[in-house]
Nanobody, 121 residues
């Protein structure tokens, strides 16, 4: 019904930048909050940044001032601009969204399959 597809991960040196994108597609009526989570090996998945439809944004403390989340509602897409990357930012980054489908108009939470970000020292 609804798919979230991430792109933009890869290998970068410490201090470098990457931009992640996540496009939602399928039977979409509306999208509420969208966000990015990350999971490092052996650790739990944690929220990195989130943005509501009205643009209210929250960040994980450790990425404040380095990461910027944004969204294009017309394209059903959320972005994560990551600057000044550190080795500890290495993780699989997952897109997350609360989506109301056109099939039954029930609000559900969806995950992307993840994109790997590796920051070398």
């Amino acid at each position: 019904q609804v798919q979230l597809v991430e792109s933009g991960g890869g290998l970068v040196q410490a201090g470098g930048s990457l931009r992640l994108s996540c496009a939602a597609s399928g039977s979409i009526s509306s999208i509420n909050a969208m966000g990015w989570y990350r999971q490092a090996p052996g650790k739990q998945r944690n929220v990195v940044a989130s943005i509501t439809t009205r643009g209210t944004i929250t960040y994980l403390d450790s990425v404040k001032g380095r990461f910027t989340i944004s969204r294009d509602n017309a394209k059903n897409t959320v972005y994560l601009q990551m600057n000044s990357l550190k080795p500890e930012d290495t993780a699989v980054y997952y897109c997350n969204a609360d989506v109301r489908s056109t099939i039954d108009f029930i609000l559900r939470n969806y995950w992307g399959t993840g994109t790997l970000v590796t920051v070398s020292s």
